[in-house]
């Protein structure tokens, strides 16, 4: 299991600043095409608010950079429950970033099993590749949240999708009011870096657990082939 490393800022501005200058480190350092999955929920709107603004609308390579989601309730980009709407309101419908360069999960005229089926096949025609290597990830960066269920992306507690090893994707039913489609764990752990971003007391209890490697939370068993960070604000780390 890849050792995680716990990285604490006193608040969530001050957290968002310091990923927001990571991501802007990272991708500039890169000089080739950069991979980034997004996570939904609340917790990263704020890093993806600053991503729009000054400095970093101007310094990012937005050309090179493409973006994925980890993972999307099976509804229309417009609905206000979709990840696909929020990251677009905060971040994307406001910087140069070519439209062909974001890749979010197809859901209209679909259904879940087909739309996770069609994202699979964009990643591998992204990768260039059927197979995963670990010498070469899918991701450069993976941004991952933490349910007070111990969950990340949609790998739910109980969920099948846990035990799944073949597909980079696959839908997940039943576990919410809504189907969700999500990456899987080898298609997560294909990454350079997976950062999870935490913050709030109520993710406090699900944090020290995670980094105590509880195997009852989902979000344990994220392995990556490279770095494992977790950036926390003071009151998720205690």
Known sequence: MTDRKLIVQPDPATLAKYVADWILKEANEATEVFAIALSGGSTPKLLYELLAQPPYLKQLPWSRIHWFWGDERFVPHDDPLSNYRMVWQAMLSHVPVPRENIHGV????????????????????????????????????????????????????????????????APVIGAKAEARITLTYPAIDSSRYVAFLIN?????????????????????????????LVFADLAAAG
């Open 106 to 169: 197809p859901v209209e005229g679909l259904t879940p099993e087909q739309a996770a089926e069609s994202y699979d096949a964009t990643l591998k025609i992204f990768h260039g590749a059927n197979r995963l290597d670990p010498a070469r990830p899918l991701f450069d960066i993976n941004l991952l949240g933490l349910g007070e269920d111990g969950h990340t992306a949609s790998l739910f507690p109980g969920t099948d999708v846990l035990k799944e090893r073949v597909r980079w994707v």
């Open 200 to 228: 709030g007391t109520a993710k406090r209890e699900m944090l020290g657990r995670l980094m105590a490697d509880d195997p009852a939370l989902p979000a344990t068993h994220v392995d990556p082939t490279g770095e494992l």
